[in-house]
Structures are given as C-alpha cells and as structure tokens.
Nanobody
Framework: QVQLVESGGRLVQAGGSLRLSCAAS???????MAWFRQAPGKEREFVAL????????YYADSVKGRFTVSRDNAKNTVYLQMNSLKAEDTAVYYC???????????????WGQGTQVTVSS
C-alpha cells in the first residue's frame, strides 16, 4: 500500500516555473511514479513518468523540454519541475504509483488528492 500527498501547486504567471512534490509512504522505491493532470471539462491526461530507480523517464509531447520528473527514494518523494509554463498547463496535478511503467491512468492503483496549478496569461 502506498499513500501519496502532492504539494507545491499555486498561481503562477505564464513563462514562470514551479516545482511540485509528491510525498509517499509505503514501499515507494518499488513503484514507477507518474504525474497526470486534469483541466476543467477535460479528461485526465498523462504528463510524465519515472521508473522505480529514476533511470528512465518519459514525457507527454505537450510538456517535453519544459517539464522534468525526478525522484529521491531516500526521501520517498517524486518531483515535477515545470518551466516555461503556459496557460494551457492549468490543471489539477496528480501523482500516482504503479508496479508497471505505463502512461495509462488505468495502470495506476494509488493516487494522491491533487494540487492545483493555475497559470495566468
């Protein structure tokens, strides 16, 4: 069992940066971790994935080159560094844990409560 708590979301201007954190309890290092987001009226979408060791990462095309996912297994924490933010990045951001490296939300059993990121243009 893994419990996840996101933090770091806030209002930021377009072009700015923000770092989200996701603190985990349980066997954190055994899981692949991902970030998803959901904007109002839209379906939840994949943002970024990092494998259990942190060696492999994968990004949605919409954030590639602007966002960086990382993890610190000693601190049971995964991060999402977001740079060059755009208005279309506005969403609730969720972290999730899975035993499988996947960009599909259905593969993720454990989810945090989400943190709101609002980018003003």
């Amino acid at each position: 069992q893994v419990q996840l708590v996101e933090s770091g979301g806030r209002l930021v201007q377009a072009g700015g940066s923000l770092r989200l954190s996701c603190a985990a309890s349980g066997r954190f290092s055994a899981y692949a971790m991902a970030w998803f987001r959901q904007a109002p009226g839209k379906e939840r979408e994949f943002v970024a994935l990092i494998n259990w060791s942190g060696v492999s990462t994968y990004y949605a095309d919409s954030v590639k080159g602007r966002f960086t996912v990382s993890r610190d297994n000693a601190k049971n924490t995964v991060y999402l560094q977001m740079n060059s933010l755009k208005a279309e990045d506005t969403a609730v951001y969720y972290c999730a844990a899975s035993q499988k490296d996947s960009n599909s939300a259905g593969e993720y059993k454990y989810w945090g409560q989400g943190t709101q990121v609002t980018v003003s243009s």
